[in-house]
């Protein structure tokens, strides 16, 4: 079993910034592909970014390439999720999940075999 325990949502303007982290205890946490999804009231549940054990593959949706940024720490078990240019349709729960996966696939919801609380993610316009 993997726990994982999101935090640093809130309430930011349009254009500001946020730093998502998610904590993860239980098995080798560097054993896993780490992901960030995103569910907005109403719809699916969508990738948002993913990064490989070692940190040298990453992968992200296309509605935040160049604005979002993922990345790990595995001494300290937790992934962060670096989001810059926030506009209101970026507003969801953002769920962490850990799962083992291909390059290929590392944006496969299904892939996924834990997942966090989730941490609301609110953009006023």
């Known amino acids: 079993q993997v726990q994982l325990v999101e935090s640093g949502g809130g309430l930011v303007q349009a254009g500001g910034s946020l730093r998502l982290s998610c904590a993860a205890s239980?098995?080798?946490?560097?054993?896993?592909?780490m992901a960030w999804f995103r569910q907005a009231p109403g719809k699916e549940r969508d990738f948002v970014a993913a990064?490989?054990?070692?940190?040298?593959?990453?992968d992200y949706g296309d509605s935040v390439k160049g604005r979002f940024t993922v990345s790990r720490d595995n001494a300290k078990n937790t992934v962060y999720l670096q989001m810059n240019s926030l506009n209101s349709e970026d507003t969801a729960v953002y769920y962490c999940?850990?799962?083992?996966?291909?390059?290929?696939?590392?944006?496969?919801?299904?892939?996924?075999?834990?997942w966090g609380q989730g941490t609301q993610v609110t953009v006023s316009s």
């Open positions: 999940a850990a799962g083992r996966t291909t390059i290929q696939t590392m944006g496969a919801l299904y892939q996924y075999d834990y």
């Open positions: 239980g098995r080798t946490f560097s054993n896993y592909t």
């Open positions: 990064i490989k054990w070692n940190g040298f593959y990453t």
